[in-house]
Protein backbone atom coordinates (compact mmCIF):
# COMPACT_ATOMS: atom_id res chain seq x y z
CA UNK A 1 0.00 0.00 0.00
CA UNK A 2 1.36 3.73 -0.14
CA UNK A 3 2.24 5.42 2.42
CA UNK A 4 -0.04 8.53 3.43
CA UNK A 5 0.87 11.90 1.82
CA UNK A 6 2.96 10.46 -1.09
CA UNK A 7 2.05 11.06 -4.74
CA UNK A 8 -0.27 8.46 -6.17
CA UNK A 9 1.99 6.66 -8.98
CA UNK A 10 0.89 7.86 -12.89
CA UNK A 11 -0.99 5.54 -15.07
CA UNK A 12 -2.58 5.35 -18.50
CA UNK A 13 -5.28 3.00 -18.51
CA UNK A 14 -8.48 1.85 -21.05
CA UNK A 15 -12.36 1.94 -20.20
CA UNK A 16 -14.62 -0.10 -22.05
CA UNK A 17 -14.78 2.03 -24.85
CA UNK A 18 -11.04 2.06 -25.66
CA UNK A 19 -10.57 5.28 -24.64
CA UNK A 20 -7.13 5.97 -22.43
CA UNK A 21 -7.71 7.77 -18.95
CA UNK A 22 -4.36 9.14 -16.80
CA UNK A 23 -4.22 10.08 -13.17
CA UNK A 24 -3.46 13.87 -14.22
CA UNK A 25 -7.00 13.76 -16.42
CA UNK A 26 -8.87 14.28 -13.51
CA UNK A 27 -8.85 17.45 -12.34
CA UNK A 28 -11.23 17.49 -9.08
CA UNK A 29 -10.57 18.49 -5.55
CA UNK A 30 -10.83 14.29 -4.73
CA UNK A 31 -9.93 11.46 -6.60
CA UNK A 32 -11.32 7.83 -5.62
CA UNK A 33 -9.86 5.13 -7.23
CA UNK A 34 -11.48 1.95 -6.48
CA UNK A 35 -9.73 -1.39 -6.93
CA UNK A 36 -11.90 -4.19 -7.35
CA UNK A 37 -11.33 -8.30 -7.56
CA UNK A 38 -13.11 -8.90 -11.09
CA UNK A 39 -16.08 -7.85 -13.15
CA UNK A 40 -19.27 -9.61 -12.84
CA UNK A 41 -18.35 -11.07 -9.37
CA UNK A 42 -21.42 -10.45 -6.56
CA UNK A 43 -18.90 -8.59 -4.07
CA UNK A 44 -17.89 -6.10 -7.41
CA UNK A 45 -21.06 -6.01 -8.49
CA UNK A 46 -22.37 -4.67 -5.21
CA UNK A 47 -19.66 -1.92 -5.05
CA UNK A 48 -19.71 -1.00 -8.75
CA UNK A 49 -23.71 -0.70 -8.53
CA UNK A 50 -23.02 1.60 -5.17
CA UNK A 51 -21.10 3.67 -6.96
CA UNK A 52 -23.12 4.44 -10.15
CA UNK A 53 -26.03 5.26 -7.87
CA UNK A 54 -24.08 7.47 -5.93
CA UNK A 55 -22.30 9.36 -8.85
CA UNK A 56 -24.41 12.80 -8.42
CA UNK A 57 -23.30 13.10 -4.38
CA UNK A 58 -19.60 12.43 -5.53
CA UNK A 59 -20.09 15.05 -8.49
CA UNK A 60 -21.48 17.19 -5.96
CA UNK A 61 -18.41 17.29 -3.75
CA UNK A 62 -16.05 17.77 -6.58
CA UNK A 63 -15.37 14.06 -6.61
CA UNK A 64 -13.75 11.87 -9.43
CA UNK A 65 -14.65 8.61 -8.97
CA UNK A 66 -12.64 5.54 -11.09
CA UNK A 67 -12.64 1.74 -10.42
CA UNK A 68 -9.55 -0.41 -11.67
CA UNK A 69 -9.61 -3.85 -12.18
CA UNK A 70 -8.02 -6.74 -13.88
CA UNK A 71 -9.73 -8.08 -17.42
CA UNK A 72 -9.84 -6.18 -20.81
CA UNK A 73 -12.38 -4.04 -22.49
CA UNK A 74 -14.50 -6.36 -23.51
CA UNK A 75 -15.12 -7.39 -20.12
CA UNK A 76 -15.73 -4.00 -19.01
CA UNK A 77 -17.97 -3.06 -21.34
CA UNK A 78 -20.09 -6.35 -20.55
CA UNK A 79 -20.14 -6.01 -17.28
CA UNK A 80 -21.42 -2.49 -17.33
CA UNK A 81 -24.33 -3.28 -19.50
CA UNK A 82 -25.30 -5.82 -17.71
CA UNK A 83 -25.34 -4.14 -14.49
CA UNK A 84 -26.36 -0.74 -15.91
CA UNK A 85 -23.12 0.56 -14.60
CA UNK A 86 -21.78 4.45 -14.97
CA UNK A 87 -18.99 4.73 -12.86
CA UNK A 88 -16.28 4.83 -14.88
CA UNK A 89 -14.28 1.43 -14.77
CA UNK A 90 -10.60 1.16 -16.64
CA UNK A 91 -9.10 -2.32 -17.57
CA UNK A 92 -5.35 -3.18 -15.86
CA UNK A 93 -4.96 -6.44 -18.28
CA UNK A 94 -1.48 -7.03 -16.62
CA UNK A 95 -2.02 -5.87 -13.05
CA UNK A 96 0.69 -3.26 -13.63
CA UNK A 97 -1.07 -0.06 -12.10
CA UNK A 98 -2.40 -2.33 -9.44
CA UNK A 99 1.07 -3.88 -8.43
CA UNK A 100 2.26 -0.22 -8.25
CA UNK A 101 -0.62 0.77 -5.73
CA UNK A 102 0.19 -2.38 -3.70
CA UNK A 103 -3.29 -4.41 -4.24
CA UNK A 104 -2.25 -6.76 -6.48
CA UNK A 105 -0.52 -9.94 -4.80
CA UNK A 106 -1.21 -13.53 -3.44
CA UNK A 107 -4.52 -14.06 -2.41
CA UNK A 108 -6.25 -17.71 -1.00
CA UNK A 109 -10.12 -18.62 -1.14
CA UNK A 110 -11.44 -21.18 -0.61
CA UNK A 111 -8.16 -23.12 0.29
CA UNK A 112 -6.66 -22.45 -2.87
CA UNK A 113 -4.14 -19.69 -3.40
CA UNK A 114 -3.92 -17.54 -6.89
CA UNK A 115 -3.12 -13.52 -7.66
CA UNK A 116 -5.28 -11.16 -7.49
CA UNK A 117 -6.35 -7.45 -6.71
CA UNK A 118 -7.92 -6.94 -3.39
CA UNK A 119 -10.49 -4.78 -2.95
CA UNK A 120 -9.31 -1.70 -1.65
CA UNK A 121 -9.55 2.25 -2.22
CA UNK A 122 -7.22 5.07 -2.25
CA UNK A 123 -8.45 8.86 -1.73
CA UNK A 124 -6.61 11.95 -3.59
CA UNK A 125 -6.60 15.25 -2.87
CA UNK A 126 -6.22 17.66 -5.85
CA UNK A 127 -2.25 17.17 -6.47
CA UNK A 128 -3.06 13.29 -6.17
CA UNK A 129 -1.23 12.75 -3.13
CA UNK A 130 -3.17 9.96 -0.98
CA UNK A 131 -4.80 11.23 1.94
CA UNK A 132 -6.30 7.76 3.08
CA UNK A 133 -6.75 4.25 2.42
CA UNK A 134 -9.46 2.07 2.36
CA UNK A 135 -8.39 -1.51 2.70
CA UNK A 136 -11.02 -3.24 4.54
CA UNK A 137 -13.57 -2.13 1.94
CA UNK A 138 -17.39 -4.05 2.37
CA UNK A 139 -19.15 -3.58 -0.85
CA UNK A 140 -22.33 -2.90 0.53
CA UNK A 141 -20.89 -0.25 3.01
CA UNK A 142 -18.62 1.38 1.20
CA UNK A 143 -19.77 4.42 -0.69
CA UNK A 144 -21.66 5.96 2.55
CA UNK A 145 -17.95 5.18 4.32
CA UNK A 146 -16.38 7.31 1.59
CA UNK A 147 -18.89 9.88 1.42
CA UNK A 148 -18.92 10.29 5.47
CA UNK A 149 -15.54 10.68 5.15
CA UNK A 150 -15.13 13.19 2.72
CA UNK A 151 -18.08 15.21 4.37
CA UNK A 152 -15.90 14.77 7.62
CA UNK A 153 -12.73 16.08 5.86
CA UNK A 154 -14.51 19.47 4.48
CA UNK A 155 -15.92 20.09 7.96
CA UNK A 156 -12.47 20.27 9.09
CA UNK A 157 -11.45 21.97 6.19
CA UNK A 158 -14.01 25.08 7.29
CA UNK A 159 -13.28 24.95 10.70
CA UNK A 160 -9.83 25.88 10.08
CA UNK A 161 -10.41 28.96 7.70
Known sequence: MIKLGKKAPAFALKDKDG???R???FDADYTVLFFYPKDNTPGCTIEAQSFSKNLKKFDERGVA???ISGGDADSKEKFCSKHGLKVLLLSDPE???SDKYGVYGEKKFMGKRFMGISRATYLLDEDK??????????????VKELL???D???????DDE
Open 148 to 150: DYI
Open 95 to 97: FKV
Open 65 to 67: VVG
Open 152 to 158: ELEEEYE
Open 19 to 21: EKY
Open 129 to 142: RVIEVFDKVKPITH
Open 23 to 25: LAD
